[in-house]
């Protein structure tokens, strides 16, 4: 399995905002098109938000999930509110299962 570790800095005071637009509609949204969110926390001040999302066993399966995702309708009219919660900063590692 091939997966992204994210973690992304969350905008001060936004966390709740944040994991109800993740929950309620991000995660709905990848999972339609083939990514699975496996788990997701936040740090003890609540100040990054981390988790792992898969997406099969290839990198091809990556990159056709994620172009089918950004591409979706809904994340092109709602990105800039989706990204109004964070400041930015995120770390995206590519991880794979052994």
Not at 52 to 57: E, K, M, P, T
Not at 70 to 92: C, F, K, Q
């Amino acid at each position: 399995m091939i997966a992204h570790l994210r973690t992304y800095k969350v905008a001060s005071g936004k966390m709740d905002s944040w994991l109800n637009v993740f929950e309620s509609k991000l995660i709905p949204l990848m999972a339609e098109h083939g990514i699975k969110v496996e788990s997701y926390w936040m740090n003890e001040d609540a100040s990054e938000f981390i988790w792992i999302r898969s997406y099969g066993a290839t990198l091809v399966e990556l990159e056709a999930k994620e172009a089918a995702f950004y591409g979706s309708e809904w994340w092109i009219a709602n990105v800039d509110y989706v990204r109004s919660h964070l400041t930015g900063d995120r770390e995206i590692k590519l991880i794979h299962a052994t």
